[in-house]
């Protein structure tokens, strides 16, 4: 089956589909220009992403930590989302038993229009205190204060899972809840090996959905993909949804 015959099966089935379960990666937010903070060419003065990411760098030195995420923040500042991340907004507005699922931080989900997104990893414009655990919305760029603190004077940090935290049990339940119900399951720009976001559209599949993934190269899920589509999200769900 030639790519645009796939890409007019994909259509139908999210017409067709009652309930339609979306997860995102990395991938989808390529074509807003959002760098890689990791891996080759992820290096922020001599440190890398897992360096810094981590409870135990916090509480090391709390100051170096904020000013990484600073620059991320500064970084991702005038950052907008693409046809991608509109698209998916769009399907949102016309299925009733639409769930988005995102291990991205950058927010640009909520920036494209999407209602409650479940971020799997946490936002990076969020904050929570260290101590009270109260959480706030902050796009201050850059930060007046070097770590901010909360107002009961406590240290804030991201709110974002670090490099051996767990993900937040409460959101991790829904996305295996709507992985369970859902008819059609689409991966978007995801390499498919970070756990336990990994498992999420295989268990959708063995629930009897189907799959259908979008990405430049082969991952571990194409074989077991209904559709696999090779492209940029910005290019591909455009397409699927027709804009």
Known sequence: MSQKAEIDQARKWIVEAKAITVLTGAGISADSGVPTFRGDGGLWRKYRAEDLATPEAFADN????????DWRRRQ???????PGHIA????ERRSSGFTLITQNVDGLHDLAGSRLPLKLHG??????CTDCSARSVNRETPLKRLPPLCDCGALLRPDIVWFGESLPQDVLEEAWSRACAADLFLVVGTSALV?????????????????????????????????ALFGTAGDLLPALVTL
């Open 123 to 128: 936002d990076i414009w969020n904050l929570r």
């Open 62 to 69: 709390p100051k170096l930590v904020w000013e990484w995420y």
């Open 88 to 91: 998916l907004t769009e399907m």
């Open 195 to 227: 756990q336990p976001a990994a498992s999420l559209p295989l268990l959708a599949r063995e629930r009897g959905a189907r799959l259908v993934e979008i990405n430049q190269q082969k991952t571990p899920l194409t074989a077991h993909a209904d559709i």
């Open 76 to 82: 991702l500042a005038g950052k907008r989302p693409n």
